[in-house]
């Protein structure tokens, strides 16, 4: 039996940011989510937040891209094909924290797209392969226009199984990041001694 599948425009509001990094006399001050907290993380929380840079931005900017829970921020510009499209998932409400230039934002409508399932539908094969091939541009810059992200496919299930979906990813992602802190925070190991005494024994 054959997947329904919906475009994503259809189920989702997709809007690109233009917000840069600048700070302007007359803007509000705001904290800015870049293209790198969105390439380089599974879902963005409220413990990231003093990490965010500081910047400014218009009042209908701060409308229309700060960070809410259940969106999904997707990088839509690379160097390469198959390095475009790499999806986040906003995990918390954040009152002074939008996304930067370089990035779409993807608002679910929630009754029938839940944005975790979203998140890591769009970190599959099945996607970077839609984004890969959809890509405009050459050389050195692709980017993905707000026509491929609105015509992207999404296979559809019943809701309650796009939770218990999105529920698994987040729960391993959790225990990753959890490794990875306990890893950081691990003392680095003396070699030097093992070091002579293979030295001398050799």
Same mark, same amino acid.
């Given at each position: 039996m054959q997947m329904d599948k919906q475009k994503l425009g259809d189920i989702a509001t997709v809007e690109i940011s233009g917000v840069d990094k600048k700070t302007k006399d007359g803007e509000q001050e705001i904290r800015l989510c870049n293209f790198v907290d969105v390439y380089?993380?599974?879902?963005?929380? *409220?413990?990231?937040?003093? #990490?965010f840079m500081f910047a400014t931005a218009r009042p209908n900017e701060i409308s229309k891209f700060q960070l809410k829970k259940g969106q999904v921020a997707l990088t839509?510009?690379?160097? *390469?094909?198959?390095?475009? #499209?790499v999806p986040t998932y906003i995990a918390d409400d954040f009152d002074d924290v939008i996304l930067g230039y370089h990035c779409a934002l993807i608002t679910p409508n929630k009754d029938i797209l839940d944005g975790r399932y979203l998140n890591a539908l769009l970190h599959t094969d099945y996607a970077k392969k839609y984004f890969a091939c959809n890509a405009s541009g050459s050389g050195q810059r692709y980017a993905?226009?707000?026509e491929a992200l609105n015509s992207f496919p999404v296979?559809?299930?019943?809701?309650?199984?796009?939770e218990r979906i999105g529920e698994i990813f987040s729960a391993l992602d959790k225990k990753i990041e959890l490794n990875r802190r306990i890893n950081q925070n691990l003392p680095m190991p003396d070699r030097s001694s093992r070091v002579e005494e293979v030295r001398l024994a050799a």
């Open positions: 380089y993380n599974w879902a963005i929380t *409220t413990a990231q937040h003093d #990490g839509k510009d690379s160097e *390469t094909r198959d390095d475009i #499209g993905l226009s707000v296979p559809m299930i019943p809701l309650r199984n796009q």
